[in-house]
């Protein structure tokens, strides 16, 4: 092979296209994807995200692969994956399967632990106030709050009909925070209670009887989707998959759900995510803003919920540790655990997991009541 041979061989590569707002955004790939194995902070979620990153930015004109049908001509197979995303399908289907994993009994057992879970969604109006009076549209600012519900699926699926441009930057950023959950939500939960108001211990919850489970996804269902019907995309899928698992006929379909098309659908989303953070999408200072209000959202999501349930102690003779109030942001079961935690720490006989993950679970049906509102108005 000639020199002339192979210097046209290089001229036509990738290294010969590739610029250095790439090599960034390849780079930035390759630490998600670090991070993810190393810290094992979400796997199941970073990696393919990160990984995904790498796809899009080896030169896209060379590869096709994020090409839309053109002349005839089918599409690249990222374009194809990204519909999925773009038009609305993944997130209903996560929340299937989050549905049919989830035990609602623990909010049954005492409802007013949902006020929590309403309450830690505080941090996204504060957040879309705050994000609106720096010049975000009124859209955008909606998205980029929702991130304070620590629910990447309901970011997700926001932030495809406001901000499509934004959408991977906002669903990195929503991921990202719910995998710091153990090192941000310590540090707020001590700042905002006392040792005293940790070591509360909470009454054990009452069982739940089966038709009460059978009921509850079919009742908030149709009560939550006729007082907020955008919500219903999600809302309706994750009492579905709830239904399935409580029904106790459909162990199949439940774990269809939970296993096989949740795990499907989320690494999808995950390299749509990843595909969608082109370089001249992500290195901007609105990125950099859209970070920082994101990670206010969260933060004063947990501290709203954490108030709440202090501010709920003023008047009820059953004491509630207000550690639980900061599991009210959706990010199932990881910020019960950290609850959890936090109270053995200063009480080691100290058992609030339970009672932890009514909030956790309300908070996930908040943030989708939360979205379907933002729907509904903007």
Not at 21 to 37: D, F, H, T
Not at 158 to 185: E, G, H, R, T
Not at 336 to 345: C, D, G, I, M, P
Request: net charge positive; proline share 6%; hydrophobic share 55%.
């Amino acid at each position: 092979m000639s020199l002339n041979e192979i210097f046209s061989f290089f001229s036509n590569s990738g290294f010969a296209s590739i610029n250095w707002s790439q090599i960034v955004m390849i780079a930035i790939g390759l630490g998600i994807i670090y991070i993810a194995i190393v810290k094992h902070a979400e796997p199941l979620l970073l990696i393919p995200l990160g990984f995904g990153m790498i796809m899009a930015n080896i030169p896209p004109e060379l590869t096709g692969i994020l090409l839309p049908p053109q002349n005839g001509q089918p599409g690249g197979l990222l374009w194809y994956i990204k519909q999925g995303m773009e038009l609305g399908i993944y997130p209903p289907l996560i929340f299937l399967g989050i549905g049919a994993l989830t035990d609602f009994s623990y909010l049954i057992a005492d409802p007013r632990l949902i006020l929590l879970g309403g309450a830690a969604q505080v941090g996204i109006f504060i957040t879309f106030i705050l994000a609106s009076l720096l010049g975000f549209d009124l859209r955008a600012a909606a998205s980029i709050s929702i991130i304070g519900g620590a629910d990447g699926p309901t970011a997700i699926y926001l932030a495809s009909k406001f901000s499509p441009d934004m959408l991977s930057v906002i669903a990195i950023a929503a991921y990202s925070y719910i995998s710091l959950i153990p090192i941000l939500q310590p540090p707020v939960s001590k700042l905002l209670t006392t040792k005293r108001e940790r070591k509360i211990r909470m009454k054990k919850l009452r069982n739940v009887s089966k038709k009460e489970r059978i009921l509850f996804p079919i009742l908030t269902t149709i009560l939550v989707a006729l007082i907020v019907p955008q919500t219903l995309p999600l809302i309706g899928m994750l009492m579905l998959g709830n239904l399935l698992k409580e029904s106790g006929l459909t162990g199949r379909l439940a774990e269809a759900a939970s296993r096989y098309i949740c795990d499907t659908v989320t690494i999808l989303l995950m390299l749509s995510v990843g595909a969608s953070a082109t370089a001249d999408i992500f290195l901007s200072i609105g990125t950099l803003k859209i970070i920082l209000l994101g990670a206010l959202a969260f933060v004063s999501s947990l501290a709203s919920g954490i108030i709440f349930a202090k501010f709920m102690n003023l008047f009820s003779k059953e004491k509630i540790n207000p550690l639980i109030g900061a599991a009210g942001v959706s990010a199932v079961p990881d910020s019960a655990r950290v609850a959890q935690r936090l109270a053995q720490e200063a009480d080691p006989g100290n058992f609030i997991l339970m009672h932890a993950m009514g909030p956790n679970v309300a908070g996930v049906i908040g943030s989708a009541i939360v979205a379907g509102f933002f729907l509904s108005i903007l």
